[in-house]
């Protein structure tokens, strides 16, 4: 279908809508357009002029008539390329309108959710097919208000919404916002100006998507594991290591060395000084542009080495929530926690030194996962984050590499270990265990060196010897009884009888238990793992059952 056909089908339908401004001509407009297969960019313009014109002079516009007109702006830009910031303004802002509440700007207007739903979707369109002039031009600081402004209301649509695709759109369209699709292909100067920007929206985006990743596992696991791969994008947009480098010296040395450089040397100087280039009046919606003076008003966080570590300690804490959703039931969530931790390190490494830890503790914990898929992934990030661990210990000249983490791991693991045992929480008490077996298994025969300390070495087989304490209440072994009949039958023993623990009722976490009893064995020196145990054995009558299970 040529140019010509398209405009005389759609011509007379968009005529009936500025003459009548029904609905009924407003969803004749709609159907044509689903009919259309070839590009609307030369028409845009005159087929969106009447709906707008309507969304602006109608005083209350019925819920029905608004979603077929946001159904119309949808079409229009699933079908078209946006080349002119005054258009992209024009309709950016009516659609942030349709979802604001009209009294109170900070709250979502009391519209359907299917309105909602297509109005977020359309936004996504329209950041998606504007030109690369447009886009430098939202991301510029005249625009930050409005940017602003739409990041407040999907967050608040992400937050308070309770329809589950709803929400997804939400998110998906704060990643639209984000350009999170397109930014590997964007030029660094680019990739620059947009981390700078949300450098002053950051706090805002990470509290309301950590609300949302650590919710009740009601709202299903698709919410949940967008939710984080957002929060990691937005983490890695503003906090890579290769961007903040630029702004701040010696990132990840620490405050005393930061402080030192900066009055040895001052700081960098800041280009805040460059200029926004506006499009032309020409246009049909005949918009003000946007005042030069905005810019001026515009408040813009400046990156220093004190915003760097307030930032990154806050972000910390927000990394000590979500590593909790290693125990989350779905396993395409834990699949995306394991993606979350390996580009929390691979980027961030030395901004979020803070978190490094933690995430490698996911990492580690969830290689021995139930689900393949899920241990295969964990693997395969261990390898990228031991490079990325490498390589941070260059730049800071810090000889704290993977195996030096670990080593910390185990200490802190084996003092956590008897306390979340004597909570009696199966899947933190299994996940505590693998996350122990996992960097024994990484450190390997380093476990010797582990061992070496005698009160390290004592800690562990303390931790191992209380989570092995065995149920000793249980009778049935002794209620056990031959026939009388036949006193010569052989008695046949269920094999779990003898063999039930106080603090855990799970095979799994038993097998775990035994797997990294096995593994300290096999790696250390054996000779000293054994005096070690009958020292256990000597010293306390409680855990005597307890040393010699583990000496098997």
Known sequence: MDDGEIFTRLQAASVRVARERSVESVREVRKELEKVTGCLTHYKDYLLFPHIIILKTTHKCSWELQEEIVGVIHEVLYRSTIEDLIFFQEIFTQLFFILTDKTDPQKVGNISEDCKKTALASVSLLVQNSSDSVREEVYADAFRPQLGHAIYITLKLIQEEKNRSLKLQAIETLLSLGQKKSFESLPKQQQDVLSTTYANFLPGILMALTRVATADEKQG?????????????????????NFLSKHVTALGEGATVARLHKQLFGEKDQDSNKKTQLPSKDNKFMLLQPQENLSSKTINIEITSEWVDKTAE??????????????YSHWRVRLSLVHWAQQLICNCCRSLSGGVILAVEVIVGLRSDDIVDVGTAAQDALLAVT????????????????????????????????????QQDGAKTLTCVRQLLGCLEVLGERLTQVLSGPSHSHRLLHALSFALTLDTTDSDLLLERTDAQDPFELLSIKPSLGKCFKHFQDVRISEALGTTCHLIGYHSNLTLVVDLCLDCLQQSTYHQKESLLMLT
Request: glycine share 2%; charged share 20%; aromatic share 6%.
């Open 221 to 241: 696991h698709k919410v949940t594991a967008l939710a984080l791969d957002a929060w990691s994008y937005f983490v890695m947009l503003v906090m890579r290591d």
């Open 387 to 422: 490079e990325a661990l490498e390589v941070r210990s260059q730049h800071t000249h810090s000889q704290q590499g993977l195996l030096e983490l670990l080593e910390e791991r185990v200490y802190a693991l084996s003092t956590q270990l008897p306390t979340i045992c004597r």
């Open 314 to 327: 806050r972000v910390s804490l927000l990394v000590q929530s979500l590593a909790k959703l290693v125990t």
